[in-house]
């Protein structure tokens, strides 16, 4: 778990960095002002998914697949509520906004979605190991 900890601040520290560096230097234009939240939403749904699919491998190696397959099913059901929220209050009336709001959601969601797989694979692989060399 430390590990992941550390990897997880590197990554959310690069890329925040990148986004307040776009923001620095085109503002509004391209950064919507509810990329900050969207970044923590993404950030902790993605070190939930992560805790829940360690947690099942704790249990038995043979769950990897299940718990994968709940964090995903997670992940998409929480943020097209989100984005049904932000629409629903208003943010399709936004004009040009609701573009750069769609465009820092998916670039998000992608990014944190692409880091928990490599978090998954790698930092589960040990456990997998151990299950073969025991079969």
């Given at each position: 778990?430390?590990?992941?900890?550390?990897?997880?601040?590197?990554?959310?520290?690069?890329?925040?960095?990148?986004?307040?560096?776009?923001?620095?230097?085109?503002?509004?234009?391209?950064?919507?002002?509810?990329?900050?939240?969207?970044?923590?939403?993404?950030?902790?749904?993605?070190?939930?998914?992560?805790?829940?699919?360690?947690?099942?491998?704790?249990?038995?190696?043979?769950?990897?697949?299940?718990?994968?397959?709940i964090g995903m099913t997670v992940r998409m059901l929480t943020s097209l509520a989100l984005v049904t929220v932000h629409l629903a209050r208003g943010g399709a009336q936004e004009g040009r906004g609701l573009w750069t709001f769609l465009g820092a959601f998916f670039l998000l969601y992608f990014s944190w979605a692409g880091f928990e797989i490599w978090a998954i694979l790698s930092n589960l692989r040990p456990i997998s190991k151990k299950q073969v060399a025991q079969t």
């Open positions: 778990m430390i590990r992941f900890l550390r990897q997880f601040l590197l990554f959310g520290g690069v890329l925040g960095g990148l986004l307040y560096a776009l923001h620095l230097l085109f503002g509004p234009a391209i950064i919507h002002r509810y990329t900050g939240l969207l970044f923590g939403f993404m950030a902790g749904l993605t070190f939930l998914i992560y805790s829940l699919t360690a947690r099942l491998v704790a249990v038995s190696p043979t769950n990897l697949g299940i718990g994968y397959l």
